[in-house]
């Protein structure tokens, strides 16, 4: 008897964490800009603390090609309006709260399934005045939202940069149709983006301007649809036979290779571009063409799975290969899918597979991905948009990470220890012993 009130207490608890599960979750998962302890060396967090601050910029007469009249393929023009969150460096407090992060992503009925997120930002914390810093202008992909690549904007904003992504608001993922206006909107809106914080940093702009951001340095990274945007606004010209073929009316075409608006994506001071899982590079009607690849001259980092369901390997790799006037990586993830570009899945997104499918890959761990990521996307935007020369030692390492090599440690070696690429170590620089396995490296001048 006297066992009764204790098994009592227990099925309680028990009961308690049942039905808490995922804010007992939501509380051991921290922040993903935050890495892991197997994270290579350029992953963690910089000197800065993160601020953000979300504003709303206005993109005057913009074509709005998913209510074209069917007879004239005539589009109104609309004022688009952009949410936008901008993450920037700040000085270290200990005692400012860190902002929790809400979305909402389509379910597989086609419903909004809301979920939070925790970071590491501060919302509207004053900037830190060592700047001008760099800018680097993010973009996600179809029906995503910028906080859900909260990983690679506080980590980056850590490390003395800023980064600007809107809100590019999609069509329903299963409207096949409505699949011209982000095909518009992305490049558009990314050029849009860049364009109107530069300006503004030249001013006293309260969000902008001060000297908080260098308008000459700039970076573009986008993952899936965004991937197709940073491309496209980043200098590859879009092919004019696709760009005919799939938009009527002459609204792609406009901005095409050869178009009369292609001048108007060209951004001042750009110095290099991430494309993660890219889209539009596969198949006989990709993007791009060879051509329009070759007028891409920034340097350009590829980050892509051979086993990516959504977009492909092959589009990614031809996107790479063709892209022969710019000195360009593509770092591959073997047996790796799409969602290599999206923070780890979110407590409410865990219940269903469909939701769950969004964020994580079904083989590798997200927290390691987005670690692997930060490092080579630390080291490639150090190296050229900061001219760090240092950082090229990250990015030039053999083809095959399983090729490393690692002689016995000497006494007294931490376990941890990062590959110096030297002393017979030719484990890739900067990751761990046993910890560089599963991933290629490919690496092409510009000719």
Not at 67 to 85: G, N, S, W
Not at 326 to 349: C, D, K
Not at 374 to 387: N, Q, R
Request: proline share 8%.
């Amino acid at each position: 008897m006297q066992f009764k009130p204790f098994i009592r207490l227990a099925i309680s608890v028990a009961s308690l964490f049942v039905v808490s599960g995922s804010i007992a979750l939501a509380m051991a998962q921290g922040p993903d800009s935050q890495p892991g302890v197997d994270a290579p060396e350029l992953a963690r967090l910089g000197p800065h603390g993160v601020g953000v601050r979300t504003t709303l910029l206005v993109e005057p007469g913009a074509p709005d090609v998913l209510h074209m009249e069917k007879a004239t393929h005539k589009a109104p023009l609309i004022d688009r309006k952009l949410v936008v969150e901008v993450w920037y460096p700040v000085a270290k407090t200990a005692s400012a709260s860190p902002v929790v992060y809400s979305g909402t992503f389509e379910g597989q009925d086609a419903k909004p399934v809301a979920f939070t997120a925790p970071g590491i930002a501060v919302r509207d914390a004053a900037p830190d005045p060592g700047g001008p810093y760099p800018l680097v202008v993010m973009a996600h992909g179809y029906s995503g939202t910028p906080v859900a690549m909260s990983w690679l904007a506080e980590n980056l904003a850590s490390k003395g940069y800023v980064v600007v992504a809107a809100h590019h608001v999609d069509p329903p993922w299963g409207d096949k149709g409505a699949f011209i206006g982000p095909a518009l909107w992305r490049p558009l809106d990314i050029a849009f983006l860049a364009h109107t914080v530069q300006a503004r940093a030249k001013t006293d702009d309260p969000i902008f301007g001060g000297g908080l951001i260098d308008p000459t340095h700039v970076a573009l990274a986008g993952y899936s649809m965004g991937g197709y945007g940073v491309l496209t606004a980043g200098g590859a010209g879009l092919s004019p036979l696709t760009a005919s073929l799939a938009m009527p009316g002459g609204y792609l075409s406009a901005y095409a290779r050869g178009g009369p608006k292609a001048g108007e994506l060209h951004i001042e001071g750009l110095k290099a571009v991430v494309a993660i899982s890219p889209a539009g590079g596969a198949g006989f009607f990709s993007a791009w063409d060879g051509a329009g690849l070759r007028q891409l001259t920034s340097p350009l980092l590829v980050i892509v799975g051979d086993q990516d369901k959504t977009v492909g390997y092959a589009g990614p790799k031809a996107i790479f290969d063709k892209a022969v006037k710019s000195p360009r990586y593509l770092l591959t993830y073997h047996e790796g899918g799409h969602s290599i570009g999206m923070n780890s899945a979110p407590a409410a997104m865990r219940s269903a597979l469909w939701d769950q499918d969004w964020f994580e890959d079904p083989v590798w761990r997200k927290d390691r991905v987005i670690g692997v990521n930060l490092h080579f996307i630390t080291a490639f935007l150090d190296l050229y948009v900061k001219g760090d020369a240092a950082k090229s030692a990250y990015l030039d390492v053999a083809q095959n990470s399983n090729d490393g090599a690692w002689p016995p440690p000497k006494p007294g070696a931490p376990y941890d220890a990062y590959s110096s690429g030297a002393d017979g170590i030719t484990v890739w620089k900067g990751f761990q012993r046993n910890h560089a396995t599963g991933l290629s490296l490919e690496h092409k001048a510009a000719e």
